[in-house]
């Protein structure tokens, strides 16, 4: 599904992501992990093509090294933030609107010559919005809602739903439950099994331990830009240096609980 | 549609607006401009003056809006642009090939080079486009005062008057026929933008590069193409202002303008267009009022303008917006306290 092959990124001197290679295969919930500074959110960022990078990254086969952004979202690959930001006056219904040309090109013709055409499709959109909303547990009524009006796990919700409006066959979620309360995060990951039994990849970046051992099929573990271990969930948290490098660094901190400082912005 | 969410009422409400729609928003923007055509009609002759300057700062700040208020690229290269529109209406022999031919070659022009900032703005940061677009302006201003056997240099060039079915356009009385029905047109044509995809990716990309970029928004494109829309504005409120005053200089376009350009844009605020236009006409009213106090014109200009900053962070629109929120929560209470009666 998705193939990360040598990939190695710099910014300036710093050597950040070396030779990282990871397979993620369909149909799983696959897990990155890692302390602080790792390369989490690099290695996101560079399948996103927002960083420059050298190695190979494939999408169902398909190249995605070399194409903007955007394009890459054509491609298949849906992507959330961890702290998503939106101008306050757009309603939801806007932000799903986004990315409406990646899935359905309404042509100048259709809107000129046949407008009824143009209405159905611009109402089955509608239904589209709706459905990406229910189907995350969110209200329908959101939609006309202000983006500044609502609250920040909810805002993550949207965030993924808005991710999910341009039918990607890999989502990319980076810390989706950080700003989310245990009912939110519950409903995350029932959210994320179904989506998973309709046949969604999903590559997720998380620090809630609990959440990783229950939902993921494989962890990949990161550490200082280099992979550590990669393997079963339960498998990879018994190893003592995943131990060390991730679980044990701070025997005071629940591991649960990630205190604030390592809520870092991308 | 949700049925069980939503009340009968309201979706039978919603369902009449939408057939409405195609119609709702032109409609709006005629009748106010037709309601102010007739107002003006028995008006002085400085008054048809300073309203017909501010429609021509009208159509070019709602060009600005769509660059600075929407896409949050701040230009400073607005009234250059009005520039090369002005010079082109002047330069061509606007007798021969006629008014409308003139008006939408002063169109292309500013926006081809406006378009050229766009292509240097969609690959900077925010401060160093105001640059780049504070350099086009600069060369465009040296263009205009160096190349003085085309452009007359500081001298200016004169502009061949034209008239439109037999009535003298350089007259402020006949002008505004053509110049209000053009801003009620801008003004709709922004209101589109501003709603449609193009308006929210512009809008989106402003408050976070990536997430747009991750929502399949192509942001380069984008906002070259806000720089183009925007510069053909620019360009036609340029020839509007050659043909309203015979005349065209490089004074007319120098930084004084290229900053009430943005004053109005801040002051009408960034979320609507009938707000910039009521800004428009507010702030070129009190530039022009200001010329009777001479040399304390400025220090005024500029306490009245930080003022309304301070007093009034929203523009007009903010102001509009407050009231209608008001006036929507009683409403809404209302009809809560009709239905639970």
């Excluded at chain 1, 992501?17 to 799983?28: E, I, M, N, P, Y």
């Excluded at chain 2, 009422?9 to 009748?31: C, E, I, N, S």
């Excluded at chain 2, 501003?194 to 942001?219: N, P, Q």
């Excluded at chain 2, 007093?311 to 239905?339: D, N, S």
Aim: net charge positive.
């Amino acid at each position: 599904m998705l193939e990360i092959t040598r990939l190695n990124v710099r910014f300036g001197g710093a050597h950040v992501l070396r030779d990282v290679s990871v397979a993620v295969t369909r149909g799983q919930i696959h897990g990155l992990i890692g302390p602080n500074g790792s390369g989490k959110t690099t290695l996101l960022n560079a399948i996103s093509g927002f960083v420059d990078c050298t190695g190979t990254i494939t999408l169902d086969g398909r190249r995605l090294n070399g194409l903007a952004a955007h394009r890459r979202v054509g491609k298949g690959l849906g992507r959330t933030f961890q702290n998503p930001k939106a101008p306050d006056d757009m309603t939801v219904a806007d932000l799903l609107r986004l990315g409406e040309h990646q899935i359905r090109t309404l042509q100048w013709h259709t809107v000129a010559f046949r407008p009824w055409k143009a209405a159905h499709q611009r109402h089955m959109f509608a239904q589209r919005c709706e459905q990406a909303l229910t189907s995350l547990g969110l209200s329908p009524d959101l939609l006309e809602r202000e983006l500044g009006t609502i609250a920040s796990g909810d805002l993550k919700m949207i965030d993924i739903a808005r991710a999910l409006m341009v039918r990607p066959r890999l989502l990319v979620l980076d810390e989706p439950t950080s700003g989310m309360n245990d009912h939110e995060i519950e409903v995350l990951r029932t959210r994320l099994e179904w989506l998973r039994e309709s046949g969604l990849t999903v590559l997720i970046v998380e620090h809630n331990v609990r959440v990783v051992t229950d939902i993921c099929d494989r962890i990949t573990v990161l550490s200082g830009g280099g992979i550590l271990a990669e393997g079963p969930p339960r498998e990879v948290f018994q190893r003592p240096d995943v131990i060390d490098a991730y679980l044990g660094e701070d025997e005071g901190r629940s591991p649960e609980s990630p205190p604030a400082s390592l809520e870092k912005t991308r | 549609m949700s049925s069980i969410t939503r009340s009968a009422a309201y979706r039978g409400w919603r369902r009449r607006a939408q057939g409405l729609q195609p119609v709702r928003g032109p409609l709006g923007f005629a009748v106010t401009a037709a309601v102010f055509m007739v107002a003006l009609s028995g008006a002085p002759d400085t008054t048809l003056m300073t309203i017909s300057l501010a429609c021509v700062y009208a159509i070019a700040a709602l060009g600005l809006t769509v660059v600075f208020g929407l896409a949050g690229m701040l230009s400073l290269a607005q009234a250059a642009i009005m520039a090369v529109g002005g010079y082109t209406v002047a330069l061509i022999a606007l007798d021969t090939i006629g008014l409308l031919p003139a008006l939408l070659l002063a169109v292309v022009a500013g926006a081809a080079v406006s378009g050229l900032s766009g292509v240097v703005g969609a690959r900077t940061k925010s401060h160093y486009f105001a640059l780049a677009t504070l350099a086009l302006a600069e060369g465009v201003r040296l263009v205009l005062v160096n190349e003085s056997s085309v452009t007359g240099g500081s001298n200016g060039h004169p502009v061949a008057l034209v008239s439109l079915l037999g009535l003298q356009l350089a007259d402020p009385r006949y002008f505004i026929l053509l110049a209000v029905p053009l801003v009620a047109g801008c003004a709709y044509l922004v209101h589109c933008l501003r709603k449609s995809r193009f308006g929210l990716s512009l809008k989106a990309a402003a408050a976070d590069e990536y997430m747009a970029k991750a929502a399949g928004v192509a942001i380069d494109r984008s906002r070259t193409l806000a720089t183009i829309v925007s510069g053909g504005l620019a360009g036609l409120a340029g020839a509007l202002l050659a043909i309203l005053n015979g005349y065209v200089g490089p004074q007319d376009f120098g930084l004084g303008a290229a900053v009430l350009l943005l004053l109005i844009v801040v002051f009408g605020g960034a979320s609507s267009s009938m707000g910039t236009v009521v800004a428009a006409v507010v702030l070129t009213y009190a530039s022009r009022g200001m010329l009777d106090l001479a040399e304390a014109s400025g220090l005024v200009y500029g306490l009245a303008t930080l003022l309304l900053l301070l007093l009034l962070p929203g523009g007009v629109a903010g102001v509009g917006k407050a009231v209608a929120g008001r006036l929507g929560g009683r409403i809404r209470r209302a009809r809560t306290r009709q239905e639970e009666a």
